[in-house]
């Protein structure tokens, strides 16, 4: 009886981690859009003429997003395999692939969120007729 319920524990564990694996995904694809979003608000602020460079880190942020998908993607692969397959053998992997992974998508994150939080307000400027 206790190796039913650790088991269904587990697979309650690997079924959250896929969820989470799952968001992570779809805010990669949101951020990806995103990311063309910024870049062209920002070639349209008067800021583009002071600093040309800044949309190359919009293109670093695109970079990291288009290598961190196919990571997330493989990641969630397994899981399907540990819960759908039959796989059963879990090692530290997968924690240490969640981790990288947690980690990975919180800096693209944070980096996205600091960029709009520069480039809106920027383009807000031009759109209200104060270029």
Not at 29 to 39: A, P, S, T
Not at 44 to 57: F, G, H, L, T
Not at 64 to 70: G, K, M, W
Request: proline residues 4%.
């Amino acid at each position: 009886m206790t190796t039913t319920i650790e088991d269904h524990q587990l697979e309650m564990e690997i079924n959250e981690l896929y969820l989470i694996s799952r968001d992570w995904l779809s805010n990669l694809e949101f951020m990806d859009g995103e990311n063309e979003f910024l870049k062209i608000h920002y070639s349209e602020s008067p800021e583009c003429e002071i600093d040309p460079d800044y949309p190359e880190e919009l293109c670093q942020l695109g970079q990291s997003l288009a290598e961190l998908r196919p990571q997330v993607t493989m990641f969630l692969e397994k899981l399907e395999s540990l819960t759908h397959g039959h796989v059963r053998k879990i090692g530290l992997s997968i924690i240490k692939d969640h981790t990288y992974l947690k980690h990975r998508q919180e800096e693209l994150l944070a980096t996205y969120h600091a960029a709009r939080r520069i480039i809106i307000p920027l383009s807000n400027v031009v759109h209200n007729g104060y270029k």
